[in-house]
């Protein structure tokens, strides 16, 4: 089981930048690996998968919404994940979420296929 427990979300102006963090417990840190991801959900919209890792060798899958804007990393704990957001317009305003499991590819943005998910932390671009 693994727990994960988002943070680092507020309010930024358009064209600005901000760090979310994910701080993952229970069957975590090196020996235990699986996919993390970031996941974002919009106002009136689905929730959208917008980056995604394995932490056993770092492989990184980024949404085409989010290229070049998007940069997600791991410390070297293997048990927090980051997600460097820059260059935020206002539609990037959404509730973010961190999802993990063992056994899903890291292209795989399917909601029903990630086992563990955060609370979420609010990002509002104005």
């Known amino acids: 089981h693994v727990q994960l427990v988002e943070s680092g979300g507020g309010s930024v102006q358009a064209a600005g930048s901000l760090r979310l963090s994910c701080a993952a417990s229970?069957?975590?840190?090196?020996?235990?690996?699986?996919?993390i991801s970031w996941f974002r959900q919009a106002p009136g919209k689905e929730r959208e998968g917008v980056a995604a890792l394995y932490t056993g060798c770092g492989v990184i899958n980024y949404a085409d919404s989010v290229k070049d804007r998007y940069t997600i990393s791991q410390d070297n704990t293997k048990n927090t994940l980051f997600l460097q957001m820059d260059r935020l317009k206002p539609e990037y305003t959404a509730l973010h979420y961190c999802?993990?499991?063992?056994?899903?590819?890291?292209?795989?943005?399917?909601?029903?296929?990630?086992?563990?998910w955060g609370q979420g932390t609010q990002v509002t671009v104005s």
């Open positions: 999802a993990a499991d063992k056994f899903v590819h890291l292209r795989n943005w399917s909601i029903g296929s990630w086992a563990f």
């Open positions: 229970g069957y975590t840190g090196p020996g235990y690996d699986y996919t």
